[in-house]
């Protein structure tokens, strides 16, 4: 501790001053000096202890005189500790420990407020607000620390002078009363406060300015002050001078003499108007928060951080289907269906951090009879004062019935999807189809028919393994065209009993999950579900054909399709094999009616109308080949005299029999014809005249001994030659014609070649 004589901050020494100068008494008027019944020193004490600031009282050097208990607790020390200590010891920067210098030299100042750093006894710093005072006699200093704890036990020694430094430069309303409550003394704040003059308070008791509500507090409050020996505070309203309404918390105090008779009662008083409203406006606010918490039409809820539910309200528990006593000993955890909960503690997780203020999740509660609800969650937390986490507030909208709406709309978005991709299939396959029967229609063979539909089949069954299968004379059927997908799969011959499509005479389906349904002739290489479909190909009136098809389906991809595989294959299949079946139809009827027109309807073999024209193209042909070609023109001896003798019928048969000898004969490439009657013309492209002539002569030969199962015939034949008689095929025809006359006339069965 510094001596007396220390020196201040710049080294100049700190100019004595004498602490006990007299002032005169009638410095303030006398109905504010304490009255006598009680020391001053025990009016200060007791004043100095109901204070809420830390007092110290200091002499011009510095010296430490007294310090409240509020004071100690502050720094730390003990009472004893503190008095005698020079201020320069716990004030820890240079303007703190000029401060007593600077208020001595300011003559003019007596107060001045500022901030100072302090010592704590455990070397701590303390910041605080300091009202130092200086006295009229210039000898005392006071410094009071503001809002700082009170109320620690101290023996009472202080001055009159010191209670009237405290009074008057206190905010709060320092009063002393009687035992009964009449004002015997009220310290300037009255004028602040109140709006009344100490002096108009004096002899008039407090009663009469409480307000008639809190009188029953106050009483409790005055009789536990008289009855014991201790401080007491209530809270109560008081009227000012202009009839308005204040709050006060007043503490008061029992001044006993050494019988224990109460002689006074002194009080303190703050003005709490401004608290009083605020912690009105708490509570108007937290009545707000619970109405509206109470009857929000959404669900809400205070969750703790382990997740229990700490308050919820009834439309959650509307929502949930359980009541508010259930959920209380559940966790938000037990009813969250268990996929949506790790990104609800996520989000948590995330608020607990402060790395979000607050999050949006939509989520589903498992209601309590155990159907899922679908809800809307808006987290956010509450934190203490410190800024720790203490609980959850949520928000919960039951959006279960936007969820089936979207999921309806979803539904029929993606319904109107497939519709449409239907369509689209339609309008493609309708595509295909027109332009298969467009290509069949042009068709003028039944292979090109067949070869066509076959490599039309990939563009319509992508993805696919199948066939098309003919029927063949031993009733089997074989695999025709290019096959879709992989041959392998594929069997290339079956019979009509190994395909259910072609034992009932309509499409089929079969599928791997039903065995029996199967095909024999399906190739089961697939290691998931096969389905097939066999549709057969019907013309004439009979099965002539079948188009099976097959394909692997994964069960999670068929469900995007817009229809069952085999719904959508059979009819486009139906309709390809009804355009096939009906080209082949046409085609077989105009190779009929082609028939008809170049063929004898007799002997079966071809016309004059075919003659005339083969012969035109043959001479053509020879013309550009520079080759030969003869014409035999055979007529059948007395056969009028066969037909008188045996009837018309076997004269047919003779017709016949001599038609299929002739066939027998000659090479494939000759062309047999039906001139007319029992005359017969034979083509012979590209031979030499030598030949014609030979082969006509073993042709007459040949019949001169006879046709098997009828009577011994002759024929005379007449050869011509292309280009030796003629390049003209009437002439040609015609020279063969004369040729073969002269050969009757000669005796008949003979040959005779025309004349040049």
Known sequence: MQSRSGLCCDGRRLQRRSPWKQRPVASQPLSML????????????????????????????????????????????????????????????????????????????????????????????????????????GTIQMVVLRDRPRNLDDPDWLTEAYFRL??????????????????????????????????ELLGRSAYEFFHPDDLAAIRRSHTTVVDQPVSYTVEYRIRRKDDSYIWFETTSRSVRDASGTVREIHASSRDITKRKQFEQALRESEERFRLAFSNAAIGMALVDLDGHWRQVNQALCQIVGYSPEELAT??????TYPPDLDIDLAYMQQLLSGAIPSYQLE?????????????????????????????????????????????????????????????????????????????LQRCRRATDAINITTRVLPRLFPQQSGALYLKKSDNSFRRVGLALGDPAELVSEFTADQCWALRSGKAHHGTSELATSLCAHTQTLYATALHSVCVPLIFHGEIRGLLALQKELVPEFSLL???????????????????????????????????????????????????????????????????????LMIDIDHFKRINDTYGHRFGDQILRMLAQFIQQQVRPSDIVCRYGGEEFTVIMPSTAQAVVLARAEQLCADLSTGLVGVPSITVSIGVASFPQHSRDPDMLLQLADAALYRAKRAGRNQVKLALS
Not at 172 to 186: K, N, Q, T, V, W
């Open 330 to 335: 559940k966790t938000f955890q037990d009813i």
């Open 561 to 631: 399709e817009p229809e069952p595989w085999h719904e959508s294959v059979i009819p486009v299949a139906m309709m390809v094999l009804e355009h096939l079946g009906a080209t082949l139809t046409q085609l077989r009827l105009q190779r009929m009616l082609q028939q008809q027109a170049i063929r004898d309807p007799l002997t079966g073999i071809f016309n004059r109308r075919y003659l005339q024209e083969t012969l035109s193209r043959e001479l053509q042909r020879a013309e550009r080949e520079q080759a030969e070609v003869g014409v």
């Open 166 to 199: 405290l009074t008057e430069t206190s905010i709060d309303l320092i009063s002393r009363h009687s035992p009964e409550g009449i004002y015997l003394y009220a310290s300037p704040a009255a004028r602040t406060l109140l709006g009344y003059a100490p002096e």
């Open 363 to 439: 989520k589903r509660y498992v209601h309590k009879d155990g159907h899922l609800v679908w809800i809307l969650l808006s987290g956010s937390m509450m934190r203490t004062v410190e800024g720790k986490p203490d609980y959850f507030i949520s928000q919960v909208q039951d959006i279960t019935a936007r969820k089936e709406a979207e999921l309806a709309l979803r539904q029929a978005n993606q319904h109107l999807a497939l519709s449409l991709a239907l369509l689209e299939r339609r309008h493609h396959e309708m595509v295909i189809l027109n332009e298969l029967a467009e290509a």
């Open 34 to 137: 304490p009255a006598p019944s009680a020391t001053p020193t025990e009016r200060l004490r007791v004043l100095l202890e109901q204070l809420a600031d830390a007092v110290f009282l200091f002499d011009a050097y510095g010296i430490c005189l007294d310090v409240n208990s509020v004071g100690c607790v502050l720094l730390g020390y003990t009472r004893a500790e503190l008095i005698g200590r020079n201020a320069h010891t716990f004030m820890a920067d240079t303007n703190s420990r000029c401060l007593l210098e600077q208020l001595s030299s300011l003559e003019n100042t007596p107060s001045l407020d500022t901030m100072v750093t302090m010592y704590t006894k455990t070397g701590q710093l303390q910041a605080a607000n300091l009202r130092t005072t200086r006295l009229s006699d």
